[in-house]
């Protein structure tokens, strides 16, 4: 076959794909020609360009057409407005793993990106979470960064954002607040593991389906804390420094939650669940002993057939100083416990 048909059949290809997906002709000459030259365009996914792990310092001019931007792993420092200013469709971008400043980040960048969902910054060196955002983020990411302020204002009128990842940053109890935190009136899932919390996180909005608090220096969790908190279904407190004082006997009792993690505290009791819990961690405690009394979120005497069993079906407690066996009233509480590590 010679290279003039290979190159007609490539030709026909793109065309077949573009009109596949319903690209205008002139949009498709238009990627042709305007795809940066350091960035790949793929032809089967024509809104996409490519420029990650290219080595680059500085953002090249970015296409019109482009919904889809991937620039990690590169040496980027500075985010400027005349990159992106003819990128007014962009849906999703990945800068993660770059070096990029607070002060680097040109204001008025991001909220232009009108239809912006996804952002993604892990893995660089802000100070603070970039302000102002567009309305109509649902997803961003900042881990591993040195973000210690979280500007008070900068989530109003997000009420889209279902995820905000900050874990990994230099967070303090004083940099999350209500008034930190105000707007976030749709969240689902928030990460703050691994930065430097010494109690449990104000103002979230009771949307919060996911709260993810591994890594800190939490010692004890308020009463009541989840009554504003009616969705939480999985919640993470592993290594922390909780103690049995800290944590009220009711502070889990909490019907919506299904997933409960405290591996490596400092507990010596278990505390009280709920029923539908359907795992528990509660591994690299000081806990000396299990019995039904503590555990058991429900009357076995008064229990009957008719009655729901406990949800549990996954519990976790080796690294205490617990002898096995456990008591066979436990067993009979969780009947629907399927592993049990001791």
Not at 240 to 247: C, D, Q, R, Y
Not at 284 to 311: E, F, G, Q, W
Not at 317 to 329: A, S, W
Request: aromatic share 6%; glycine share 4%.
């Amino acid at each position: 076959m010679s290279s003039n048909m290979v190159m007609l059949l490539c030709i026909a290809s793109l065309l077949g794909t573009v009109l596949s997906q319903d690209m205008p002709y002139n949009e498709l000459m238009a990627q042709i020609q305007a795809c940066p030259r350091e960035c790949h365009c793929p032809p089967n996914f024509p809104r996409a360009v490519y420029c990650d792990n290219k080595g680059l310092k500085s953002i090249p001019q970015i296409p019109p057409f482009t919904w889809y931007l991937y620039l990690q792993n590169n040496q980027i420092q500075v985010v400027s407005a005349d990159a992106v200013r003819n990128a007014t469709q962009l849906r999703w971008v990945n800068l993660s793993r770059n070096k990029i400043t607070s002060e680097g980040l040109e204001k008025g960048t991001v909220d232009a990106m009108r239809h912006l969902e996804h952002l993604y910054m892990d893995d660089n060196l802000l100070s603070w979470v970039p302000f102002p955002l567009p309305a109509s983020l649902e997803h961003l990411s900042l881990c591993r960064n040195r973000i210690s302020k979280i500007p008070d204002g900068v989530f109003l009128g997000l009420d889209k954002l279902t995820l905000l990842d900050l874990q990994g940053n230099k967070l303090m109890d004083d940099a999350v607040t209500e008034v930190s935190l105000k707007g976030l009136s749709n969240l689902v899932q928030i990460n703050l593991a691994k930065n430097q919390l010494s109690s449990m996180p104000l103002g979230l909005p009771p949307t919060t389906t996911q709260l993810f608090l591994d890594g800190n220096n939490i010692d004890k969790i308020p009463a009541n804390y989840f009554k504003g908190l009616p969705k939480v279904a999985f919640l993470r407190l592993n290594h922390n420094k909780l103690g049995s004082g800290g944590v009220p006997r009711n502070a889990f009792n909490i019907s919506s939650i299904l997933d409960l993690q405290l591996s490596h505290n400092l507990l010596t009791e278990v505390p009280l669940i709920p029923p539908g819990l359907e795992q528990l961690y509660l591994d690299h405690n000081n806990i000396k002993s299990v019995s039904t009394s503590n555990i058991c979120p429900v009357d076995l005497d008064t229990m009957d057939a008719n009655d729901s069993y406990p949800r549990l079906r996954y519990l976790r407690l080796d690294g205490n100083d617990i002898e096995p066996p456990i008591p066979r009233n436990v067993i009979l509480c969780f009947r629907l416990l399927r592993s049990i590590v001791i």
